[in-house]
């Protein structure tokens, strides 16, 4: 195994304990900041995880794989184009990770003001004593 | 009508830009013009547009005989975002359009409650947006964007009454768990495209048809289908509050304002519907590479609906909060339409499953027209007697006639009887059940219509028929023409039933031959296809 599969195998195994330790959070932990922690935990995974998606794993024996960068194109010919394809990675993901990363701001935003709107009436943020609603 | 098609397809791409502009540019137009009347008259004029451009798209969807596809920026379907219109998203986005600017109208009546309109009228343009996109878009990754823009705007909405600890409860219940969903449904896409490289609906729709035809089976596609399906539902089956992830809707629709009540109830759960559907019968198809775990997710789906339904029904008659009822009643109509909308088993003859769509989106209008219509007129009460108990609005509805003839028979419309729209769309479930041969669902059907009758008969009974107490001191409100709205509505609920033939042949032709017959959910790839082609260099 080389040393680059060996990174990915310990970044994909920390993803899958991040994700359940995150969903454990979001369900389990009784205060309210420490749901939104580990919202923006679970946000973050499946960020990295869209990343790997589009991750391209060292195309050639001698090529590793770039950044989507495509440099020179005033004067753009086939066979740049084509080691290009063939070596950068998958730009759409990180689109979308862009995307993503700028709702996961907006809505931790909101929860956020939404928390401190809750310790104002209640005068704290543990879930076991915000109690008004019957169900 | 070459015209009305080429209209159709720019108000297409136009919709939800345009109202965003609406949106963004209403606190500069309200420091211009006022800050107590305006919004709402701006709102207002957003909410007439949206009407108007889901007609039009309707109309070009109607004359075109084939889906209405708009590519943005003149890229082609694939690498940019497209919107496609099919007779599914058509109907619902009518509807949609049309009973978000009654409620808009509603909203007007109501605007003494809002102490800052601006922002409450804000946030309803963008539950607008958020509806309408997540109706056109033709585009997975298109359709996250705008759940998540739909579900920001209703958190706020639930939260707008910020002063009231409930409401501020209820929201943070919604929004937290609400935002997971969505983050899991992010996973999901990203599974998908490491699946098969595309995010369009209809792209991924015409590969899973290639594989069928050239009778491909790969153990990685069903897999990560499998998984990213999965993940995508959770999401869906949370904003359309399908049991068990129905917690968070009798605590956040009663405590929003009215208004939005009604357009959360009445609206905003379809779009969960919606995007099942699409997923499960426009890009997973009988025999496409989800193969019989298609079979299974439907049945899970079933069986969640039957459970949804009967709990709802239950859960219903116990309440003492009209609002509260309400919302019940919505968690066990939503079971209904998902029970219906899951009868797409592969080996079904093509016409049964056409019917059980029918009778799903049947249900999704004359619901959501019911729902809205008993939320708004429960609003004109709830004023009266200043409480939502269902004891301190003893005889209330005897001061308004008009409201609570439409109250009543908005009720009797989501019980089931005859001459309303009610009675048809449960009548068509039922139907389907029967020529599917399958007569236990059938009775579940009936079964949980009458679980549901004693609720709805209460709140009748207390609101209308009691005798007010002697304390009860009631002060009639100046109604200023919403008796007749709400009138409007509940003529429009009647007519859902009268004109039964006109809309089961258009819903059956359209929506459930639409998706299920193999050349007509074929138009649904050939016109991405032709689009690819076409703006390709």
């Known amino acids: 195994m080389d040393t680059a599969t060996y990174f990915l195998y310990i970044l994909i195994s920390s993803m899958v304990m991040n994700l359940a330790l995150a969903l454990y959070g979001v369900f389990y932990k009784p205060h309210l900041t420490k749901k939104i922690i580990s919202l923006t935990i679970l946000g973050d995974t499946a960020n990295t995880f869209a990343l790997i998606i589009g991750y391209r794993l060292w195309p050639g024996e001698t090529t590793p794989s770039r950044p989507p960068v495509l440099v020179g194109w005033t004067h753009l010919n086939k066979t740049m184009l084509q080691q290009y394809v063939s070596s950068a990675v998958d730009p759409l993901p990180q689109a979308l990770v862009l995307t993503a990363v700028v709702i996961g701001l907006a809505v931790t935003l909101f929860l956020v003001f939404l928390a401190l709107q809750i310790y104002r009436h209640y005068g704290t943020l543990d879930v076991r004593e915000i109690r008004k609603l019957r169900g | ?537």
Do not use: C
């Open chain 2, 1 to 537: 009508m070459d015209w009305l098609v080429r209209l159709a397809t720019d108000m297409l791409g136009l919709t939800v830009p345009v109202l965003a502009l609406f949106a963004f540019t209403l606190p500069l137009f309200t420091k211009v013009f006022g800050e107590k009347k305006y919004p709402g008259i701006h709102a207002l004029i957003a909410l007439i547009y949206a009407a108007a451009s889901s007609t039009i798209i309707a109309a070009g969807y109607y004359y075109a005989g084939k889906p209405l596809l708009y590519a943005y920026g003149g890229w082609p379907p694939p690498i940019g975002i497209s919107y496609e219109v099919d007779g599914l998203n058509a109907v619902i986005g009518l509807f949609t359009a049309w009973t978000l600017l009654f409620i808009g109208i509603y909203s007007l009546w109501y605007n003494h409650h809002f102490d800052e309109p601006e922002w409450y009228y804000i946030l309803l343009i963008g539950l607008g947006i958020g509806m309408l996109g997540s109706l056109h878009t033709g585009d997975v990754f298109n359709l996250f964007v705008m759940i998540e823009v739909l579900s920001i705007s209703a958190y706020a909405l639930v939260a707008y009454h910020k002063r009231r600890p409930e409401a501020v409860e209820a929201a943070m219940k919604y929004a937290i768990i609400g935002a997971t969903a969505t983050t899991i449904y992010f996973i999901g896409l990203a599974i998908f495209y490491g699946v098969y490289g595309s995010l369009n609906m209809a792209d991924i729709s015409y590969r899973n048809y290639q594989l069928f035809t050239l009778l491909i089976s790969s153990p990685t596609i069903s897999i990560g289908s499998l998984i990213a399906v999965s993940l995508s539902l959770w999401a869906f089956t949370y904003k359309s509050a399908l049991f068990p992830n129905h917690f968070w809707l009798p605590d956040a629709h009663p405590e929003a304002p009215t208004p939005v009540s009604a357009a959360l109830s009445g609206l905003v759960v379809n779009i969960g519907v919606y995007a099942s559907i699409r997923f499960l019968y426009t890009l997973y198809f009988p025999g496409s590479p989800l193969g019989v775990y298609r079979d299974i997710i439907l049945l899970v789906l079933f069986l969640l609906g039957f459970t949804g339904a009967f709990v709802g029904a239950l859960l219903m008659m116990v309440q003492e909060d009209v609002k509260r009822l309400l919302a019940y009643s919505t968690v066990s109509h939503i079971g209904l339409i998902y029970m219906a909308a899951s009868l797409g088993f592969a080996g079904l003859p093509i016409g049964v499953v056409a019917l059980a769509l029918t009778a799903a989106v049947y249900h999704v209008l004359t619901h959501g027209t019911a729902k809205a219509l008993l939320f708004m007129a429960s609003g004109v009460f709830i004023d009266t007697g200043k409480t939502r108990s269902l004891s301190g609005l003893r005889g209330v509805g005897r001061l308004y006639p008009w409201v609570s003839t439409a109250f009543i028979m908005g009720f009797l419309s989501l019980m089931g009887l005859i001459p309303f729209g009610g009675f048809f769309s449960k009548l068509l479930m039922y139907k389907a059940y029967m020529e599917a041969g399958q007569v236990i669902p059938a009775l579940l059907v009936i079964i949980v219509s009458a679980l549901s009758v004693p609720g709805y008969a209460k709140a009748i009974y207390s609101i209308v028929f009691a005798s007010p107490g002697r304390s009860a001191g009631y002060e009639k409100l100046k109604l200023r023409g919403v008796n007749a709205l709400l009138f409007l509505m509940a003529i429009i609920v009647l007519l859902l039933g009268l004109l039964y033939p006109v809309i089961y042949s258009v819903l059956y032709k359209y929506v459930g031959l639409g998706l299920v017959s193999p050349e007509k959910a074929d138009l649904y790839r050939r016109v991405f296809l032709e689009a690819y082609n076409e703006l390709m260099p």
